[in-house]
Structure formats: C-alpha cells, structure tokens
C-alpha cells in the first residue's frame, strides 16, 4: 500500500520559514516525479515545486521562485520543500504527490494514478 507521509507545517509569521517533508512508502519513486501541491480556501489546486528524476530538472511555480527550494532524496524516498520569506498567500494546505513516471505540472495535478499525501497546513500570518 502506498503511503505519503507529510509533516513540517504549521503557524508562522510573515518573512518566517518551514520546512515540508515527505516520506513515501509502497512504491519507490526513483525515476519519476515527487513534489508538492497547495490549495487554499476557495482556491485551485496549484502545482508548487516538482522534482523530476533522471536529470530533468525541477518545477517551480513563479509565485515562489527564490523562496521556496525542492530538494529530493532517492535513498529515503522523500521530497523536502523549504519555505523562506513566507508571505500571507502562502496560507494552504499543501499535499506531497508522487508519480513513478516524469510528469509535468499539469498532468501531476490530472492523473487519477498520481499518489496523494493527506496534507498539511501552512498558515501564516501578518
């Protein structure tokens, strides 16, 4: 069964920093894609930072660029997002997802075989 295990967020202040991490389970993501995804109330679901396997690179969505970094680790299986400079629209719940294939953006948010973590919130506030 697979598992994707979120933890890192919570309550912070303008301009402060967290740390996501992720840790999957039941299948091995090695060669494909992990990254992160983020809906806030009465919002879509965007697409935030993806890492590809195999030398292609990263997905980092405009509104976060230079502040927030994707890293991803094969040996642990795990993807870590870090926040820095976090600003009040940056409040949602963000989700890790994962794919054992590379897919882009918007197929990570379309494919049904796409694995879902449960979520964590981030909240921050001015």
């Known amino acids: 069964q697979v598992q994707l295990v979120e933890s890192g967020g919570g309550s912070v202040q303008v301009g402060g920093s967290l740390r996501l991490s992720c840790v999957a389970s039941?299948?091995?993501?090695?060669?494909?894609?992990m990254g992160w995804f983020r809906q806030a109330p009465g919002k879509e679901r965007e697409a935030v930072a993806l890492?590809?396997?195999?030398?292609?690179?990263?997905f980092v969505h405009t509104s976060v660029k230079g502040r927030f970094i994707i890293s991803k680790d094969n040996a642990k299986n795990a993807v870590y997002l870090q926040m820095n400079s976090l600003k009040p629209e940056d409040t949602a719940m963000y989700s890790c997802v994962a794919h054992r294939r590379i897919l882009s953006a918007d197929k990570m948010r379309r494919e049904s075989s796409v694995h879902w973590g449960q979520g964590t919130q981030v909240t921050v506030s001015s």
């Open positions: 039941g299948s091995d993501y090695n060669n494909g894609t």
């Open positions: 890492s590809w396997s195999d030398g292609f690179g990263t």
